[in-house]
């Protein structure tokens, strides 16, 4: 995928201003220079997935339901104290899954005012088949969805979701999403040992979604889950052969100094350390 180059900018670290919910930047792979804002929590993981291979370790808070976890009015003023820098996308993540906060829609058009930028929302999906989440996802310029399972058996063993969470509801929804949509919309697909061999079969599904791109990515941050090779994404990037495509073997990487290390090590893991090799 091209990303924009931009110019170098010098950044501040902010360690003592203590930032609660903003965090990085980190140079993503998929996004370019990519300042990350948490709408969910600042001291624990708060997800409706337990996923095997989170870079951020296992037993998240499970949460089904949306709530307000973290107001509009501080997540605005965190963005306005930091110095300048150049950001190709604010982008919703964090430690845990961001469209179970039930203001995101207004954090979204509020962080889009204050900064002029392009907002990104990562998201696991396991909510986008509610008419409240797609309306809050529709308002970003771009939404990156996950798609790690081919059916309901695998959903539960990769991906462990909580109760009335539906490998076809996840799918239904995406399809729908994508239909309605006016950004660009990838899905992101996290291939491990327990789905390798099903590529064929995810390919497929994504093939029926139609995504402005598709990300093959393997963990290659420390989890609990060995990073397949170069080679095996490789051979797994032959099915979406249709589609845009990418493996995160293949994408730029640059090292980032981030604006408070700690708090962007709570949501983007260990990005430091060097990954188990598959």
Known sequence: MAVINKPHVILINMENNELKYVYGPVY???????????PVSSQKKICNFDCIYCQLGRGAEVYT?????????????????LPPMDIDYYTFSGRGEPT??????????????????????ITNAALIDEKSVQEDL?????????????????????????????????VDGIKLFRKKFKGKFALQIMFIEQNKSHAKA??????????DEVQINTPLRPSGTIPLSEEDLLEIKKYFIDLSATTVYEAEHRNVEPLDEKQTSLRHGNFKKKPKSG
């Open 202 to 211: 995810i390919a497929g599904i994504a093939q029926d979604i139609n995504p």
């Open 28 to 38: 993503s792979w998929r996004m370019g220079m990519s300042l990350g804002i948490d």
């Open 65 to 81: 339901k949306r709530e307000e976890f973290v107001s509009v009015d501080d997540i605005i003023k965190e963005i306005k104290s």
């Open 100 to 121: 179970l906060a039930k203001n995101l829609g207004a954090m979204i058009l509020a962080v889009r005012e204050a900064t002029g930028g392009q907002v990104a929302v």
């Open 138 to 170: 529709a308002l970003a310029d771009y939404v990156l969805a996950k798609l790690d399972a081919f059916n309901e058996d695998s959903l539960k063993s990769i991906n462990i979701p909580a109760e009335d969470i539906y490998f076809k509801g996840i």
